[in-house]
């Protein structure tokens, strides 16, 4: 990269890993990119799973998980660093709030206005420790969060993960220069909607490829 160049900013982007990454954590692997800076880079792998559903994690941390749409839902292998800790990669609260909201006023006629009540300042956060990521995503480190789910409420869309991915400064850059990674804009329906065995084939399919078409020798950065 030339002097002149600005650097690249993956950031809400996914990492498609090429034929020729044959690391096991990174195979086949999609990469959310939570973060990247000149600092370095910090993401979730979305499409390895791992044995646990989030009924097994919720027990595992004493809470009864109430969501039956989460329930067998699989934890994913987020990562080779910090195995032993959660991340919780879901959409705003703010998203959250006026999808139900939304959804409330299609199931509900009008009613007469009701006393004005205090309400959450969505744009300080809701949990103790939430990273919002440029795109519309937050991903969350704090038991605050889990707790919600149990109850009920937190997040419509989420994806829990054990461990993260990470690459020191410069290091991330090198391994797209080598052809180790794909790059795309990343389309969060492949996160929360999507079978995970399918998401590294429509993970592809952002770029109009197929998995057949690559080589180990071509990238896209």
């Given at each position: 990269?030339?002097?002149?160049?600005?650097?690249?900013?993956?950031?809400?982007?996914?990492?498609?890993?090429m034929?020729?990454?044959?690391?096991?954590?990174?195979?086949?692997?999609?990469?959310?990119?939570?973060?990247?800076s000149?600092?370095?880079?910090?993401?979730?792998?979305?499409?390895?799973?791992?044995?646990?559903?989030?009924?097994?994690?919720?027990?595992?941390?004493?809470?009864?998980?109430?969501?039956?749409?989460?329930?067998?839902?699989?934890?994913?292998?987020?990562?080779?660093?910090?195995?032993?800790?959660?991340?919780?990669?879901?959409?705003?609260?703010?998203?959250?709030?006026?999808?139900?909201?939304?959804r409330?006023?299609?199931?509900?006629?009008?009613?007469?206005?009701?006393?004005?009540?205090?309400?959450?300042?969505?744009?300080?956060?809701?949990?103790?420790?939430?990273?919002?990521?440029?795109?519309?995503?937050?991903?969350?480190?704090s038991?605050?969060?889990?707790?919600?789910?149990?109850n009920?409420?937190?997040?419509?869309?989420?994806?829990?993960?054990?461990?993260?991915?990470?690459?020191?400064?410069?290091?991330?850059?090198?391994?797209?220069?080598?052809?180790?990674?794909?790059?795309?804009?990343?389309?969060?329906?492949?996160?929360?909607?999507?079978?995970?065995?399918?998401?590294?084939?429509?993970?592809?399919?952002?770029?109009?490829?197929?998995?057949w078409?690559?080589?180990?020798?071509?990238?896209?950065?």
């Amino acid at each position: 990269m030339s002097t002149d160049s600005p650097p690249i900013n993956l950031t809400h982007h996914f990492l498609i890993a090429m034929p020729g990454l044959n690391d096991e954590n990174f195979n086949r692997s999609v990469v959310y990119l939570c973060e990247h800076s000149e600092r370095g880079a910090l993401g979730l792998v979305i499409n390895k799973p791992s044995d646990l559903d989030m009924l097994g994690l919720f027990q595992k941390v004493d809470l009864r998980l109430t969501r039956d749409d989460l329930a067998h839902q699989p934890v994913l292998q987020g990562g080779p660093v910090h195995t032993e800790r959660g991340f919780v990669l879901h959409e705003t609260m703010r998203a959250a709030a006026d999808g139900a909201d939304s959804r409330a006023t299609e199931a509900t006629p009008a009613e007469p206005e009701q006393p004005e009540q205090e309400s959450i300042d969505l744009d300080q956060g809701v949990y103790a420790s939430t990273l919002t990521i440029p795109g519309g995503l937050e991903m969350t480190t704090s038991r605050d969060v889990l707790e919600a789910l149990s109850n009920g409420a937190g997040p419509r869309k989420v994806l829990i993960s054990l461990g993260y991915s990470a690459w020191g400064q410069g290091q991330l850059e090198s391994e797209i220069a080598e052809n180790s990674w794909l790059t795309v804009g990343a389309d969060p329906q492949i996160i929360f909607d999507t079978p995970i065995e399918q998401r590294y084939e429509r993970a592809l399919s952002l770029l109009g490829l197929q998995a057949w078409m690559l080589s180990p020798d071509a990238g896209h950065a």
